[in-house]
């Protein structure tokens, strides 16, 4: 079985790798290299430097539609196409070899469509999420279900473990999944949609998703931190402070016990402790930064600063 492999970022290479030492991957697809970084240096994807490495022959086409990209993609005569974390196909590349294509979606469908599932799992509390690999058709995370495996969520496991985690664990999904399809002994099944239930959805992240509202309970909060980090990150307005207006936050914990204390306003315990009330509970704040300065503890941050007048977050 011939396999063309398509993906960009670090999440794929684990599944090319794999993919390259069970089956013969004639050609790998991914992102044309761009200027990345304060010098503007030319950067290729993850996937790409994999590829090269393994020696795969490479094609970076800007447009999937492209007569000269498509004739070269027939050529090639795949039976397999393989997609882990890369653009929208147009049916015309998704409809082209005999067994069909194939993608690795980090969610268990029909649960979290979309670009962000990983981050969007954990900002909405769930135990468990897993992943799919499934027929890529037209609508977008709905074709025929091949595997799933589901992975457990800590309720202090970040986005960026989580990722990691099904990074690998997706890789051998993937194996499973193409040695099913070659033998000829896996068949897809369709998606159970119930009528009535509400199915989560896992939108693109930006910038503004991580702004923090202390108006919501600290346990909702403290969702959001941990599924936005390490990207994009959370960040709160503050008050009173000589580092500037923003803060990042990027790890805290939910503090049972304690009595009120308005949201947004600011408990220092201990000289080292960074509390904060919230719409339902405190919020102890490990870990933060400041703008134009480096990820520090809590109790370093307290240590650094000069409160001018009151301080809370906005």
């Known amino acids: 079985m011939r396999i063309i492999f398509m993906g960009s970022p670090q999440f794929a290479v684990p599944s ?46 800007s447009n999937l539609k492209d007569e000269n990209f498509l004739n070269d993609l027939a050529v090639l005569k795949a039976d397999l196409f393989v997609v882990v974390a890369f653009r929208m196909l147009p049916g015309v590349v998704f409809e082209m070899p005999p067994m069909g294509c194939i993608n690795l979606h980090a969610s268990l469908l029909p649960d979290y469509r979309g670009a962000a599932p990983i981050n969007w799992a954990i900002i909405n509390g769930e135990s468990k999420s897993g992943l799919t690999t499934f027929f890529i058709e037209k609508e977008i995370d709905t074709g025929l279900i091949l595997l799933q495996a589901e992975l457990s969520i800590s309720d202090a496991e970040a986005a960026g473990s989580l990722h990691d ?29 119930e009528f009535d239930k509400t199915y989560p959805k896992a939108p693109k992240l930006f910038r503004e998703t991580g702004l923090i509202n202390w108006q919501n309970p600290a346990l909702s909060i403290h969702n959001l931190i941990r599924g936005l980090n390490p990207f994009p990150g959370s960040y709160s307005a503050v008050a009173g402070l000589s580092t500037g207006d923003n803060l990042k936050i990027w790890t805290g914990k939910v503090l049972e016990m304690g009595g009120n204390l308005d949201p947004g306003k600011v408990e220092i315990r201990e000289g080292n402790r960074l509390i904060v009330g919230t719409g339902e509970g405190k919020l102890e704040l490990l870990e933060v930064q400041a703008p134009g300065k480096k990820r520090v503890s809590a109790a370093d941050f307290l240590r650094g600063i000069h409160i001018k007048g009151e301080f809370f977050f906005q």
């Open 16 to 61: 090319l790798v794999a993919l390259h030492a069970a089956y013969e991957v004639a050609a790998v697809i991914t992102a044309p290299d761009k200027p990345a970084g304060r010098g503007k240096q030319m950067q290729e994807t993850a996937v790409k430097h994999s590829a090269e490495a393994l020696g795969i022959p490479v094609m970076q086409p």
């Open 165 to 193: 985690r099904m990074m690998e664990a997706g890789a051998d999904l993937l194996v499973k999944t193409a040695r099913g399809l070659d033998s000829g002994q896996l068949q897809g099944r369709p998606q159970m949609i």
